[in-house]
């Protein structure tokens, strides 16, 4: 385990880490899994990874994921911690013990899935909703300005993510630190409480 993903575990909060919530994806216990390294898909299909500096500051968030698809929800705790360098994702069961780890540089997207982390865990489309809900909009913009995506604002808090003039994704702001995710094409969404704490 890197020194990074330690540091990161030490600081996600004892009272998230005590709730019990059902996690469906720790069917068991395990140790940690290969890393994978993978390269942005760069063709106009693909939704861009924007790079690290993109975000124009450092950050580090605490999120608070309940996660449905189809009849089967699940709940996961996600530390986010963004420099101009990298983006740095852990998440964790409610137990504290790791599911995955993503790091992104702007060229290489590392991942370390733990031996009981089911396959359907993509780590694009993880850093890629992390993006769609956080980033600010003319980063995204820009990034997507020769492709097949569109990402548009039509009011305050509605941020809608679409390919070809089809709608993909939806982002939606409640009260202060509250964010709901919806994936029309994948079918999922996600109910996200976000806590921004001290920068790295």
Known sequence: MSIATQTLLQAAPRRWRQLGLCLLLAVALGGCGKTTVLRPDSSPAAFPMLAP???GRSAQF????????????????CMVTITPQQITVLGLTAMGQRVFTLSYDGSELRAERSSFAPERIQPQRILA??????????????????????????????RRLLRQ???ESEVHQGEPGRLWLVNLREAYSLDITTREISPP
């Open 62 to 77: 605490e999120q608070l994921l309940h996660a449905a698809h189809g009849a089967q929800d699940a709940s996961l705790l």
């Open 129 to 158: 909703d992390i993006q769609l809900a956080l980033w600010p909009l003319a980063a995204l913009q820009a990034a997507t300005a020769d492709s097949d995506w569109q990402i548009v604002e039509p009011r305050p808090g509605l």
């Open 165 to 167: 003039q089809t709608l």
């Open 53 to 55: 500096a993109s975000f």
